[in-house]
Structure formats: structure tokens, C-alpha cells
């Protein structure tokens, strides 16, 4: 089992580093390993050390994935690249922007920079236009999701990060099913699919009739979250 964070096990938020997961949903990551005899993974665009901040210790008894496939955890050993210096430049010329309106948020990563403008809807064109033309000059990939655009590392996606983790002892040869809510989900499920399994869009763009190589579907992060509660109390068959 693969899941996202941000708008699929846990409600988006206006401010990205405000998000964290409560008491009970660490609790049911820890049950939903037990479930799994470890077959659990998170894999999500934020770095690794935002993960370890938004759910806890639980993270670190986890394979995670961060930074959109670039850098990953296992059993304690972390992989990852250099970060491109470039990136810096790239931090600057969106703060630059995103201090024309009240509200937008600029969100530094480790091997990437997003542009948030959740809300200052107003900002989406200008910042879209910026990052075309930064990710141009500085060969970087675009990742855009909901409400924002993030200029990253190139190398990585989600769906790298499924393939990666299915090779490895004890998730080789089982079914994978790929949570998650955006764009950047869709290689994921893509992956998950390749190899067997379903991917499970989760939120509005499971009812507005978008493309996605998901499978399956859940409305909202707390149907997620519930969902799962009874998959880890046996409710759900495995």
C-alpha cells in the first residue's frame, strides 16, 4: 500500500507547513503496518524531513519517498541527490512574484521550489508563466498541482518510487494499490496498474469526470483515513 499525504491521507491546507497528522492517524499507520507485515509506504512530493515533521515517529518505522521520487528512506538508509544551487535563483525570482499578492506562499524543498496561490487565485497565470520560463533556462521539470506550480530536480516521479519499493523483499510479487489525489499521482497509479494492482483517486477530481489512470476512488482524505481504519482492524479483506 502506497499513500500520499497532502489531500489524501490528510486535509490540504492554505499554509503547507501547517499540516499535521493528529494522534489517531499516526496510531492507524502504525495498525495498517502491522496489517501489511510492513508492505506500508508513504510517497509524496514533500521532502523527507517535512514528512518525519507531519507525521511524527511513525515516519521513521516507514519506507518513505520524498521530493517526488528523488529521495527515499529505508530501514534507516537514506538515498538522495546533491541539490542543484540553481534552485536558490529559483526561490528568489518566485518570492519576487509572489510578494505582489497577499497570500501567495512560496514552499522551498530540498531538491525543489513551489508557488502557491491557493489564495490569491489572481497570482495563478503570472506564476505559470514564471515557472515556464525559469524551468527553460535552469532545465528543470514543472510539477503542477492544485493551486500551485513547483520547478524541481528532473529524475523522479512517484511512479519511479513504486517500482523502486516493488522490487524490493517482502513487496515483490503483491498487488499494489497507489492512494493519492493529484497530477502528481497519476504516474503512481500508472505503476501501480503496470504491476498488477489499482491506483485510488481520492477527492473532487474523482466526480469532475478528469482523465486518471486510477482505478478506483474515495471522496475526501477523512474517507481515506476511515476506510483504512477498517482495512487495519480486519473490516476490509487484504
Same mark, same amino acid.
Given at each position: 500500500m ?6 489524501t491521507?490528510?486535509?490540504l ?9 493528529d494522534?489517531? +492517524?499516526?496510531a ?5 503496518a502491522r496489517r ?8 509524496? %512530493?514533500?521532502s523527507l524531513e ?5 507525521l ?8 518513505v519517498?520524498g521530493?517526488?521520487?528523488l529521495?527515499?528512506r529505508?530501514?534507516g538508509v537514506?538515498a538522495r541527490?546533491?541539490r542543484l ?5 529559483v526561490a528568489r ?7 505582489t499578492w497577499?497570500?501567495?506562499?512560496v514552499e522551498?524543498?530540498? /531538491?525543489g521550489?513551489?508557488?502557491h496561490w491557493r489564495l490569491? #487565485?489572481?497570482?495563478?497565470q #503570472?506564476?505559470?508563466?514564471?515557472? &515556464?520560463?525559469?524551468a527553460q533556462?535552469?532545465?528543470?521539470k514543472i510539477?503542477?498541482g492544485k493551486?500551485?506550480v513547483?520547478?524541481r530536480m528532473p529524475g523522479g516521479?512517484?511512479?519511479?518510487a513504486?517500482r523502486?519499493?516493488m =522490487?524490493r #523483499?517482502?513487496? =515483490?510479487?503483491t498487488?499494489?494499490? /497507489?492512494?493519492g489525489?493529484d497530477? +502528481?499521482?497519476?504516474?503512481? /497509479?500508472?505503476?501501480?496498474?503496470a504491476?498488477?494492482?489499482?491506483? &485510488?483517486?481520492?477527492g473532487?477530481? =474523482?466526480l469532475? %469526470?478528469?482523465s486518471t489512470?486510477a482505478?478506483?476512488s ?5 474517507a481515506v483515513?476511515?476506510f483504512?481504519?477498517d482495512?487495519?482492524d480486519g473490516?476490509?479483506?487484504?
Amino acid at each position: 500500500m502506497f499513500l500520499d499525504i497532502d489531500g489524501t491521507l490528510l486535509e490540504l491546507a492554505d499554509d503547507p507547513d501547517a499540516v499535521r497528522a493528529d494522534g489517531a +492517524t499516526r496510531a492507524l499507520l502504525g495498525d495498517l503496518a502491522r496489517r501489511l507485515d510492513g508492505r506500508l509506504s508513504m510517497v509524496s %512530493g514533500r521532502s523527507l524531513e517535512q514528512i518525519d515533521r507531519i507525521l511524527g515517529p511513525i515516519a521513521q518505522a516507514l519506507p518513505v519517498t520524498g521530493s517526488h521520487g528523488l529521495e527515499y528512506r529505508w530501514n534507516g538508509v537514506w538515498a538522495r541527490p546533491e541539490r542543484l544551487p540553481v534552485l536558490e535563483d529559483v526561490a528568489r525570482d518566485f518570492n519576487t512574484l509572489a510578494r505582489t499578492w497577499h497570500g501567495c506562499l512560496v514552499e522551498e524543498k530540498s /531538491f525543489g521550489v513551489a508557488f502557491h496561490w491557493r489564495l490569491a #487565485p489572481e497570482a495563478q497565470q #503570472p506564476a505559470q508563466a514564471l515557472a &515556464v520560463h525559469l524551468a527553460q533556462a535552469h532545465a528543470l521539470k514543472i510539477q503542477h498541482g492544485k493551486d500551485l506550480v513547483e520547478l524541481r530536480m528532473p529524475g523522479g516521479d512517484k511512479g519511479q518510487a513504486v517500482r523502486r519499493m516493488m =522490487a524490493r #523483499p517482502g513487496m =515483490a510479487g503483491t498487488q499494489p494499490v /497507489f492512494f493519492g489525489d493529484d497530477l +502528481t499521482d497519476e504516474a503512481g /497509479f500508472a505503476a501501480a496498474r503496470a504491476l498488477g494492482g489499482h491506483g &485510488v483517486l481520492v477527492g473532487p477530481r =474523482a466526480l469532475d %469526470g478528469s482523465s486518471t489512470a486510477a482505478t478506483l476512488s474515495l471522496p475526501s482524505p477523512a474517507a481515506v483515513r476511515a476506510f483504512l481504519r477498517d482495512f487495519a482492524d480486519g473490516s476490509q479483506p487484504a
